[in-house]
């Protein structure tokens, strides 16, 4: 939001406070200043600035009020004139082609003179010819056989705006000789508007929160309007069929304006916060929404009633019918949704509400009477529309963060006067005012102990009360409490007791200064610390994951069903269930909730894969899966593991740069669930429509499934922009491995007896899973066998068909004795007895 000092300055005195200073406390108040332009005023001295500073500063001696006397033509060219200027001084006679001049070439004397910036020679200023803002320094030169060291100035050569066709005409009664930076000089400030001070992007807002800070007085727009014509009542009627989506509607009509430019001042404000003047009807629409925060739409009445054929219009507000089609003022054709507001009339519609007006009613040049428009929409609907139509305009930005319906009645007074000073006309007596929806008042009752308690800070009833009503809140003070009514342009106070208290506070804060709290040790009772099991079990996959060498990630869980199906092989099609809608989505292509976290990681992956050869990522995150009573979605968390690679990194010393496979993944996993003390894993071989037939596996622990593992499928390979590394990944479903996880494991000191190696080799079906013979060895071993690792797979003739030799070194060991070579031979021969009996295995003598 752009804020012109001068702008400011009708609404509070700013004039003696430095720009620097202002900056400061505002951006501490809230409203980040995030720039400043200076136009011709000096900025501060140094470079060092919480702000940009841009712009440029006009030489008080250099750049000054010229007066031009006469328009004379060029001896040697018809596109140049000559002007024979009074710069308070003496006269010169300074070339210029500008066009705006044209007209008043060769007519003598000119009575009244024309004012206009005038730059003398050694000026500098912006070259008017060059692309953006170059700087030149004015020289004397010929130019055509005359000789030229001066200018008179454009808006571009003079940093106000891009405007370059013509020289900048000045008021009037514009003193010449005086330095223009005493006369049309300013600076502007360009505040960030974050979301919960929407109600200041305007200009009184802006001046609300200086007086505010610095507890100057505020002086308020005046919204009395001099109406002398007939009667509104029945020229014009309102119906809305949805108060929820347009709680208020307002008109008010004005009869026999003359279209024509806005006055020079208005004029050089608009152009100073970046908008364009059209005309001065179109211009008190714009202003006023810049200046109190209200967006206004002038209506071509007469338009309206040739609608009507004769009769008075009926002005209707109603959702669109699916398909329905409008032109905006953009002359762009939008097809519309179901829950797009319209604003119509009998014949059709004429506006997209909060957004943009439609091209049949608009304001021409030969439009004498306009019907005003100022209205109040639904919030959430207006930013629905506006990702839907991917739109923007000053009015939505405004409606889509809220607007209080109070300030509909505001603008349309304050815009009929405008209108009446700036076009002529009579203002037709009343306004017809729709108002279904009328808020309660918001009243929160607060006392000192709450400020000392929240801020640290001692604060009297009377400072408490003074700092609020200087916001505009009206407070009542009881003893050692105050209730505070928040006034009408306040949609951000909550009604609840606590957070509306909050609310107030953080109002206290923010004036009061949060530089002026000064630091305080916690004197509440600290809260009894509890553990929280779930929050620790993710921390502490988390930190074992990243031990493991990998790198979180964290996505965004907006999708769309395209971006889901990527994970599938294309003939495999999805589970069928719905997905969960958002209503006001931040993109296009995320309107959905995302019901895989596959998705999320792999694509990830991808945008990593990029940049960088080995890739190990996880996510923890929720997915959204449509309820059967279709309430709420059921959120349940998942964990999603992605890795594609050498094992290693390259380095100068030689080391493992085989690609991670199958086993790498299915290692992490392990390493993981060890870390858990999840005991009785196992991996079964299973067919996943993502993944590699062959190369996929469930994981379960003891009979429970907790996730999915393999290589994905070459044809899900295919569908994403990676190398041609096997891409390995993993979803476990965390609800089930939480109730899994023991909250409590037992530990053992090491043995100080020494251990006993060994090493057994058995043959097996090749159906047989490692993971079970290895579960058997354990369970069989018990307490005496610490360790079991297997490290040789075996296949050849001599074992026959379809087998396979499984080595593993066993490690026995005692924690109050020495083992014998009894002990060990007896538990090895339990060992392999119960392999033999429950998969078929033999041990292998050679």
């Known amino acids: 939001m752009k804020i012109p000092l001068s702008w400011l300055n009708d609404y509070v005195d700013v004039k003696d406070i430095p720009i620097e200073e202002l900056a400061h406390k505002l951006t501490l108040a809230g409203l980040e200043v995030e720039e400043i332009n200076f136009v011709g005023l000096n900025p501060p001295p140094g470079d060092r600035h919480d702000f940009k500073v841009l712009g440029l500063a006009w030489d008080r001696e250099k750049i000054v009020v010229g007066e031009i006397l006469e328009v004379m033509p060029h001896p040697n060219a018809d596109r140049l004139v000559l002007c024979r200027l009074n710069d308070g001084e003496r006269e010169h006679t ?6 705006n001049l044209f007209e008043y070439k060769g007519k003598g004397p000119l009575d009244p003179p024309l004012k206009a910036p005038y730059a003398k020679e050694g000026a500098q200023i912006y070259d008017g010819h060059q692309e953006g803002y170059v700087l030149t320094t004015l020289k004397a030169t ?10 008179i100035c454009s808006e571009k050569e003079l940093g106000i705006s891009e405007e370059h066709e013509g020289i900048l005409l000045l008021p009037a009664d514009a003193p010449a000789g005086i330095p223009l930076a005493d006369y049309i000089g300013d600076a502007v400030l360009d505040i960030a508007i ?4 929407a109600r200041d992007a305007n200009v009184y807002g802006v001046a609300r929160e200086t007086a505010a800070i610095f507890k100057r007085e505020l002086r308020h727009p005046d919204y009395s309007i001099l109406a002398e014509g007939g009667p509104i009542e029945g020229r014009v009627k309102i119906e809305i069929q949805d108060p929820e989506l347009n709680p208020r509607f307002v008109l008010g009509l004005i009869e026999g304006i003359e279209i024509k430019p806005s006055p020079k001042l208005i004029q050089r404000r608009l152009k100073l916060i970046g908008q364009r003047p059209i005309n001065n009807i179109v211009d008190v629409t714009n202003y006023v929404m810049f200046d109190i925060g209200q967006p206004l739409h002038a209506f071509d009445y007469d338009e309206l009633v040739r609608r009507a054929k004769g009769k008075a219009p009926t002005i209707i507000t109603r959702t669109a019918e699916p398909g329905e089609k409008i032109v905006t003022l953009d002359e762009v054709e939008h097809t519309l949704e179901g829950f797009t507001v319209l604003v119509c009339d009998t014949a059709g519609s004429h506006s997209i509400a909060g957004i943009m007006g439609g091209l049949d009613t608009e304001v021409t040049e030969k439009t004498t009477t306009v019907l005003l428009e100022g209205a109040n929409w639904n919030f959430i609907n207006i930013r629905q529309s506006l990702s839907y139509l991917k739109m923007h305009s000053e009015a939505s930005y405004r409606f889509s963060r809220g ?17 009446r000073q700036w076009a002529g006309g009579t203002v037709a007596k009343g306004l017809v005012d729709a108002y279904p929806l009328q808020p309660e008042p918001v009243t929160v009752d607060l006392n000192k102990a709450d400020v000392r308690r929240w801020l640290g800070i001692e604060l009297e009833i009377k400072e408490i009360v003074e700092i609020l009503t200087r916001l505009g809140f009206e407070c009542k003070a009881d003893g050692e409490k105050v209730r505070a009514t928040a006034p009408d342009h306040r949609l951000d106070i909550d009604r609840d007791p606590i957070t509306g208290k909050a609310d107030l506070i953080e109002e206290i804060a923010r004036i009061y200064g949060y530089d002026n709290i000064p630091p305080t040790r916690l004197s509440d009772q600290l809260p009894l610390q509890r553990n929280v099991p779930r929050l620790e079990f993710e921390e502490n996959i988390r930190d074992l994951l990243v031990r493991a060498g990998m790198q979180e990630i964290i996505s965004y869980r907006l999708t769309s069903p395209e971006r889901e199906a990527r994970r ?7 589970d069928g269930k719905p997905y ?9 292509d995320r309107y959905v909730m995302r019901k895989s976290l596959l998705t999320s990681i792999l694509e990830g992956l991808e945008q990593n894969a990029r940049i960088r050869e080995r890739i190990a990522l996880f996510e923890i995150g929720a997915v959204f899966l449509s309820s059967e009573d279709g309430s709420l979605p059921d959120e349940q968390d998942r964990l999603a593991i992605a890795i594609t690679g050498p094992r290693a990194e390259l380095t100068w010393q030689p080391g493992l740069r085989g690609e991670m496979d199958f086993y790498d993944l299915k290692g992490i996993l392990e390493s993981l669930l060890t870390g858990l003390h999840v005991h009785e894993v196992t991996f079964a071989a299973s067919q996943h429509p993502s993944f590699h037939p062959g190369k996929s596996a469930d994981v379960f622990v003891g009979e429970v499934k907790v996730g999915v593992m393999g290589e994905l499928h070459p044809q899900v390979h295919d569908g994403y922009d990676f190398s041609d590394a096997p891409v390995l990944a993993a979803v476990v479903y965390l609800e089930q491995l939480f109730r899994l996880v023991p909250t409590r494991h037992e530990v053992s000191q090491v043995s100080a007896f020494p251990p006993v190696l060994e090493d057994i080799a058995v043959v097996v079906d090749e159906q047989v899973p490692a993971g079970q013979v290895t579960i058997l ?8 066998l610490s360790a079991v690792r297997l490290f040789d797979v075996y296949r050849g003739e001599q074992l026959g068909k379809g087998k396979k030799s499984l080595a593993y070194s066993l490690t026995y060991q005692a924690e109050d004795r020495t083992l ?3 002990e060990v031979a007896k538990l090895r021969r339990k060992i392999v007895g119960r392999l033999e009996r429950e998969v078929g295995a033999v041990l292998r003598e050679q």
């Open 94 to 99: 300074v070339l210029t082609g500008a066009p």
């Open 142 to 151: 010929k130019i055509r056989g005359v000789e030229s060291y001066s200018m």
């Open 194 to 197: 974050t979301p919960n001070i």
């Open 403 to 419: 607007v209080h319906p109070a300030m509909a009645e505001h603008g349309v007074r304050l815009g009929l006067e405008l209108m």
């Open 568 to 574: 599938l092989q294309p003939s495999v099609g999805d």
């Open 580 to 588: 969960v809608t958002v209503v006001n989505p931040i993109a296009a």
């Open 777 to 784: 060895i354990e369970q069989t071993g018990g307490s005496t």
């Open 820 to 822: 014998t070579d009894d």
